[in-house]
């Protein structure tokens, strides 16, 4: 399988179109399991019964059960829960912002940074606010499924990458596997984070601009090390900021000359990369 980086505005602003990666007979890594549930997550099946089958074959092509579904209105919150019966790995998947949802803005927007309930440190309080809507959910069916911890995966991408790290301070999985990541909280949170989860992979491709906010005033802070993409795919752990900056430019260059200038592109390379599909290609070649 080759994937093609994605410049489209529908590949940023509407990942749900797109159909699953995985394939049937295929064994996956938990990263790559983390990676694609990621994507899966904006599958609107809360709302469409076409999607809920769409995320119920996708889930089955990777030894899933049915989804749980998470939700909570007043926050506009979604995320999905669900089991493979032959090893017990559970996924949890979080959906990231949607451009047309007033609430998902809102939660973005309230950057003040204030104490966080569900471990040490001080967070980002749009982000605990969402992520504390759904806790009690999430908690009643990993009780109910007596879910080994170890073989939790927890995940998400952009405003989901941060609900699923302030929830993995509280569940401590497995794995906390994220895409597009915005700074979450400071640095004791961070560290409680790191403590709590088994395996961490905070995974940021190339120009994404997303993971440059909240800028590192007040106290914000990223956890590091991280998994940089290159503007080509290629996989740096914790690159030097000398390689990324370089990269950066460059990637800014060749983005102006072979996409910015086409109909239904995004215009800048720092929001192209930010699709959850620019994401996957590293990972599903």
């Known amino acids: 399988m080759t994937i093609e980086y994605d410049a489209r505005r529908a590949a940023l602003f509407t990942p749900e179109t797109r159909d699953t990666l995985f394939e049937n007979g ?15 997550a904006y599958f609107h099946a809360e709302s469409s019964e076409t999607d809920l089958a769409r ?111 302030l929830t993995a301070a509280v569940l401590s999985p497995g794995w906390l596997v994220t895409l597009g990541c915005p700074r979450t909280g400071d640095s004791t949170f961070v560290a409680a984070v790191v403590e709590a989860a088994a395996r961490n992979a905070r995974i940021v491709d190339c120009c994404d601009v997303v993971t440059q906010v909240p800028p590192a005033l007040g106290g914000y802070t990223h956890i590091g090390p991280y998994i940089y993409l290159t503007r080509d795919g290629a996989k740096k752990e914790n690159p030097d900021d000398a390689l990324v ?21 995004v215009p800048v390379r720092d929001l192209a990369d930010h699709a959850p599909i620019n994401y996957a290609r590293c990972f599903f070649q």
Not at 127 to 146: E, R, T, Y
Not at 246 to 265: I, P, Q, S
């Open 245 to 265: 900056s370089e990269d950066r430019h460059n990637a800014r260059v060749e983005y102006f000359e072979r996409y910015a200038w086409k109909l239904k592109t």
């Open 55 to 165: 995320l119920k074959e996708a889930l089955a092509r990777a030894g899933f059960g049915s989804p749980q579904l998470i939700g909570d209105s007043a926050t506009d919150t979604q995320a999905f829960l669900s089991r493979r019966q032959a090893d017990e790995t559970t996924l949890l998947a979080f959906r990231g912002t949607q451009p047309d949802s007033v609430m998902d803005i809102a939660t973005d927007l309230h950057a003040s940074i204030d104490s966080w309930p569900g471990s040490a440190g001080k967070v980002h309080q749009g982000f605990a606010k969402a992520a504390m809507s759904v806790l009690p959910q999430i908690n009643d069916w990993l009780a109910m499924q007596q879910t080994n911890r170890e073989k939790l995966i927890i995940t998400g991408h952009s405003l989901g990458a941060a609900l699923a790290t």
């Open 26 to 40: 295929q064994s996956y890594s938990p990263m790559q399991l983390a990676i694609e549930a990621a994507r899966l």
